[in-house]
């Protein structure tokens, strides 16, 4: 099974990471849909129940078909709507595919992302039965086909003491009980997809809910532009006593249908039980071994000054600010080892170097720059690279690219700004952080992070002193070598035209870190 | 706005109609000469059960929630359900009320693949006596015999009068 999963992600972080590079290439890293798509979920959600609302108005239990006609044919703009409803369902379903698959692809479903990656798939499967009864509300031939086979599965559970399926056979009418129960559940279901939403992103901080305003705007001008030029119509009233012939069928929504019609309910029941347990197991099963799950960040009481910026920056809301125990007045932060994901951003939140994963925070971050220097010794016309090993066009894989030494790191947003100093300080023409597209951080936020303290002076910056013209940053996704290669000759040439680099003697950033001797002796 | 932005429209454009087009794909989910025989109708249970009154001892010994005056063995009369079409017999069935205790109506709700054209039925629909055993009285037995026409893309309706005491087909 382990193997199976591998090849799974591999494959689909492949793929995924082709077509990210297509995007790019067409829309750039901001309006990329593929980075958005659980945004893009959401901004079709609220087209539906915008347009939905508008169809009740109109919509008749005592008249399914009929009332669905006068939609399309005589109610304001009724077409449109319905056909922007039916879009909207669609580009809904694919882009929470295409969001759950970056999810799996990056690894992002296991320890505390479970809950999210869990309450995901049941979002999944209520937006599939949304769909479905959405598609039942319609009572065409669609309508009947999907009925049908629903209340076969019902049938096959000792719950109903008459089989439900009597009820489309042909002898009697269809009750307008079974509209209303079938209305009332398609109003329920989205009631229940904003609760699940909630609990998705529930251990998220600042979860980005809707896409950039440019994605937002041209994604409902799309849907719109689809729904006036090819509108849908009104297909025949379901007729009890006929076989569906050639229908326009949702595969989006029934894709399931021509597999499961063969099947026996029986059957039918477990093999679905058994897709959404696995699917609902994903978590366990892409967990890695305990020996080489990264252990959760630890704050050194001794280093830390109660500042606050691990607290705002941890993506994950797993650091609380509480009394310090260690004699000394005031906050100290303390991260909660079961909503950590060992993203390691609050190590480059921390400009003391008090908090980080172990083996990974700012001090553990240096030891590794000297031991890169030691081995790397970088000359006055050298760029260092130090390269996200997720993305960064699979810079981090090498020692060198393009005869550039390579640093690699967890996350650039881990990334001290001291290493940075440290790099300019030893003698390196330049730095050149490559990190992946903000929107596709597999840690949500820290590539922002890393901009703001190169840049905007965020807790911990990078200091005056370091001359920015040797520091760089560029945005490459995982198939974008080419992406950084441009950047790296262009900075080049650049470095070139500066004075050139000197390396320091003695560099020591620790130094003003430490703690001061007073409150160390007080320590103890 | 850039070189690339008409071909990013357009390919956005070209998403939005794929996923647009995969919600309304035109498919035929039968046949081109497919028909079916469907069976259905639904009869409240006879029952073959004999009562008998409960003896004083038997009642004292029974907790007070218990003490129903009567005490029944025996149950519902099961059913037979053959179908055969132009003399081959397609199904040979037993049909017992529904319910944990065996005590709520009867269903019958099958459905058959069906050639187009005339089509002679034979449905019965017989309790079972079990043993030779006398048959309560007013257990009804159904039965349909002759020829029907199966068009394609439709359904024959084997299932019970208005009445409720025959057969018929719709
Ligand atoms: C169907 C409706 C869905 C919607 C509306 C939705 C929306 C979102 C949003 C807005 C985020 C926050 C993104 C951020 O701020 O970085 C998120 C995160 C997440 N989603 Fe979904 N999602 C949906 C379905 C799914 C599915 C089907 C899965 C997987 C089975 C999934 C797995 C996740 C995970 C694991 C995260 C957390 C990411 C992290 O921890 O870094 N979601 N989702
Ligand atoms: S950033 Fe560092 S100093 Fe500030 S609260 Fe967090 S651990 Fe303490
Ligand atoms: S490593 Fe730090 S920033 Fe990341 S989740 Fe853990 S506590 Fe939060």
Redesign the pocket.
């Known amino acids: 099974m382990h193997r199976t999963i591998t090849l799974l992600r591999g494959g689909s972080r492949r793929t995924l990471a082709r077509l990210d590079g297509w995007m790019n290439a067409l829309y750039g890293w901001r309006l990329n849909p593929l980075y958005h798509s ?2 893009l ?2 901004t079709s ?1 609220v087209v539906l129940l915008v347009s939905g609302l508008y169809l009740l108005v109109f919509y008749r239990i005592g008249s399914p078909h009929t009332s669905v006609a006068g939609i399309t044919a005589q109610v304001w703009a009724g077409r449109w709507i319905r056909t922007l409803h039916r879009y909207a369902s669609a580009v ?1 379903l694919v882009a ?2 295409v ?2 698959v970056r ?2 692809a990056q690894g ?2 296991w320890g505390p ?1 479970a809950l ?6 049941a ?2 499967c209520v ?1 599939l039965l949304c769909g479905w009864t959405g598609y039942v509300m319609v009572w065409d031939e669609q309508a009947h086909l999907l009925a049908a086979e629903g209340a076969r599965w019902l049938d096959a559970l000792p719950i109903f003491s008459e089989p439900i399926s009597r009820a489309f056979v042909g002898e009697r009418p269809m009750p307008p009980a079974f509209f209303f129960l079938n209305l009332f559940a398609h109003i329920a279901l989205p009631v229940g ?1 904003a609760l699940l ?1 909630w609990i ?2 529930s ?2 901080a ?4 809707l896409p950039p305003r440019a994605l937002l705007r041209g994604a409902v001008a799309l849907l719109l532009v689809a729904s006036v030029a090819w509108p849908i119509g009104v297909a025949p009233e379901a007729d009890l006593l006929a076989l569906p012939g050639r229908v326009p069928f949702d595969v989006l929504y029934g894709f399931w249908l021509p597999f499961t019609r063969p099947l026996g309910a029986g059957w039918v029941w477990l093999l679905g039980l058994l897709v959404v347990g696995i ?1 609902a197991a ?1 978590p366990l099963l892409t967990r890695p071994t305990r020996r080489r799950r990264p252990p959760a960040s630890v704050v050194n009481e001794r280093f830390c000054t109660g500042c606050e910026q691990c607290y705002h920056d941890c ?2 809301e797993a650091i609380a600010m509480v009394r310090r125990s260690d004699g000394r007045d005031g906050w100290v932060a303390r991260v909660d080892p079961g909503l950590c ?1 060992s993203c390691g951003i609050c190590a480059g939140s921390c400009a003391p170097m008090g908090v980080g994963p172990p083996g990974r925070t700012g001090r553990d971050q240096l030891e590794r720059v000297r031991a890169f220097l030691d081995h790397v010794r970088p000359g006055a016309d050298d760029i260092v690279l130090v390269a996200c090993d997720r993305g960064s066009g699979g810079a981090a894989r090498e020692e060198r690219f393009l005869d550039a030494p390579v640093l690699p790191v967890s996350c650039s947003g881990s990334v001290h700004t001291s290493v940075i100093e440290y790099l300019v300080r030893a003698g390196a023409g330049g730095v050149l952080l490559v990190a992946c597209p903000p929107r596709d951080c ?3 936020e820290g590539v922002g992070y890393l901009e703001a303290r190169v840049h905007q002076g965020r807790e911990a910056e990078l200091k005056e002193r370091v001359d920015r013209a040797r520091v760089r940053i560029v945005y490459a996704a995982e198939a974008e070598p080419l992406r950084v290669a441009a950047a790296l000759n262009g900075f080049r040439a650049e470095v070139k035209r500066l004075a050139r680099a000197t390396a320091e003697e003695r560099i020591d950033v620790e130094a003003e870190c430490e703690v001061p001797e007073a409150s160390a002796a007080e320590v103890g | 706005m850039t070189a690339r932005t008409p071909v990013g429209v357009a390919v956005a454009l070209g998403l939005v109609a794929g996923t647009a087009f995969l919600s309304r794909v035109p498919l035929s989910l039968r046949g081109p000469d497919e028909s079916s025989l469907r069976l259905s109708w639904r009869l409240d249970p006879v029952s073959v059960a004999s009562c008998r009154p409960r003896t004083e001892e038997e009642l004292a010994r029974l907790p007070t929630h218990m003490r129903t005056p009567t005490v029944c063995s025996g149950g519902t009369l099961p059913y037979s359900l053959t179908v055969a079409v132009d003399g081959r017999e397609l199904i040979r069935d037993t049909v017992v009320a529904s319910g944990a205790r065996a005590d709520r109506p009867m269903y019958v709700f099958r459905e058959l693949g069906l050639d187009p054209g005339p089509r002679a039925l034979d449905v019965a629909y017989l309790p079972l006596s079990g043993g030779g055993a006398q048959l309560p009285p007013g257990a009804p037995s159904l039965e349909w015999r002759g020829t029907v026409t199966a068009i394609s893309g439709r359904v024959v309706l084997v299932t019970l009068d208005t009445a409720g005491r025959s057969l018929e087909v719709r």
């Open positions: 659980g945004a979920v959401v959600f809904a929470a595919l969001h759950a999810m799996f992002r479903a992302r999210a990656w869990v309450s995901g798939v979002l999944f937006f997809v939403l998705h992103v251990r998220l600042r979860a980005s809910l699917l994903v993506p994950y994901v597999w840690n949500r």
